[in-house]
């Protein structure tokens, strides 16, 4: 795969991160399906499960201390072999494991070393990649992730319809894939030249505070970027309160086997971003991020309506299975334009800043709240049913979707406000 008129960083970066990528997608399978095993392999009850959903909120909102941390340092590429240790390879004890409670323990790691990366990664497409090709980069490593993701699940998927037990080699494969990617993004030099003085050490609670501050004050004098996260967190709203309810309806009540669900979550989810991430790279760099998420929060919005028309046919199989693919299939194609601009937009809002700290304040706010939702998600379908989970997620995503495209008019008629 090659890139035209890059420069020579550019090209080494790109040429590591494609790199790093392949060794990552077998993570990215792994947290389609993370539930999946959970829910079958390992007996996970309803409140067990909504922890794995937490868990990632949950770490999320330690990035904004991460980043500050990864934004301050002179040795930037230590803290990928400390993510890589701590959050990746640690997955190798699930050979050893007894149970569902060391499985949890395990994601805990993994999501709170990504509190670490996500920022740094950003770090390293801001610095090292022109902005008229960063997106487009980022589309290619995300295309090739996806598809080593998806070879992985299908496999993954019929292996587990045979021997159950797989499921400790596959987490454990997933650990070890997952710190070689680390290894590779530590030998991305970073261009920023950091002064490496000894700077003066912050009392405890001083040092606990600041990114605290820091972000309300960012996103005060950043009011455009500050409306990006609102939209993005009422997206988020409708997004998480499907995620603990999803497993339960796929494995509970439609019953599907191993392969059809590793099939629908671990690759028609990402088909979207396997083959359309470098075409969606491209319209991002053209388009303003809010008229860009408008059109991704419109497209699934559709997902949670043709799921609720599949849980209608629950009693035929077949079409039952045929509408959540379809479903699926939407879903794909709205996630490809999600997750680049989830990754990519806080990029666009930072300009000349350090677009790490600005992408931590972002994985803050999913950690925010995805601490809701959940719960959310959970109370509907007890008191209300599978259907009403989902009609209250695509009414969030409608409405992101409208908020955005408002937002973005506000934009073209000169009337959005300025710090």
């Not at 095993?37 to 067990?48: E, V």
């Not at 499960?49 to 590429?77: A, D, V, Y």
């Not at 640690?90 to 070393?113: C, D, K, P, Q, R």
């Not at 494969?173 to 970073?190: D, M, N, Q």
Request: with cysteine; glycine share 6%.
């Amino acid at each position: 795969m090659r890139f035209k008129n890059l420069s020579p960083r550019e090209a080494q970066t790109a040429g590591l991160l494609l790199v790093a990528a392949i060794f990552n997608g077998l993570v990215q399978s792994f947290g389609q399906t993370q539930d999946i095993i959970a829910r079958k392999a390992l007996l996970a009850t309803d409140w067990q499960i909504l922890l794995i959903t937490l868990i990632w909120p949950i770490s999320n909102f330690l990035s904004i201390w991460m980043g500050r941390i990864f934004e301050q340092s002179c040795h930037k590429s230590r803290y990928f072999l400390i993510a890589g240790i701590f959050g990746r390879l640690t997955l190798v004890w699930a050979l050893f494991m007894a149970g569902i409670h060391e499985y949890l323990i395990l994601l805990a790691l993994l999501y709170s070393a990504n509190s670490l990366l996500v920022p740094a990664q950003n770090g390293i497409y801001q610095r090292n990649i022109n902005v008229s090709r960063r997106a487009k980069v980022y589309g290619y490593t995300i295309s090739i992730g996806m598809l080593i993701s998806i070879i992985v699940t299908f496999f993954a998927g019929r292996l587990l319809d045979i021997q159950e037990s797989a499921y400790r080699w596959i987490v454990a494969a997933t650990g070890i894939a997952g710190f070689i990617s680390c290894v590779v993004l530590s030998r991305i030099k970073i261009d920023e030249p950091v002064p490496c003085e000894k700077r003066p050490n912050l009392p405890l609670r001083q040092a606990l505070a600041d990114p605290i501050h820091s972000t309300i004050r960012l996103l005060k004098e950043n009011p455009q970027f500050a409306a990006f996260e609102r939209s993005f967190s009422i997206y988020g709203m409708g997004f998480i309160m499907m995620t603990p309810v999803i497993p339960l309806l796929l494995v509970n009540e439609l019953k599907l086997s191993y392969t059809v669900n590793f099939l629908t979550k671990g690759i028609l989810s990402q088909a979207g971003m396997l083959f359309l991430s470098p075409l969606i790279g491209k319209i991002h760099d053209r388009l303003h991020p809010f008229r860009f998420i408008s059109l991704s929060f419109g497209t699934l919005m559709f997902f949670p309506l043709v799921i609720i028309v599949a849980t209608k046919f629950a009693g035929i199989p077949a079409l039952a299975t045929t509408l959540v693919f379809v479903a699926y299939i939407i879903f794909g194609i709205a996630m490809a334009g999600i997750n680049m601009a989830w990754n990519m937009s806080s990029i666009f809002f930072a300009g000349k800043e350090n677009a790490a700290v600005f992408q931590s304040v972002h994985v803050t706010m999913t950690g925010i709240r995805g601490l809701i939702a959940p719960f959310l998600g959970l109370i509907l379908n007890r008191l209300f049913g599978y259907s009403a989970v989902f009609l209250v997620a695509s009414g969030f995503l409608a409405t992101a979707a409208i908020i955005s495209f408002r937002d973005y008019r506000k934009i073209k008629a000169g009337s959005f406000r300025t710090a």
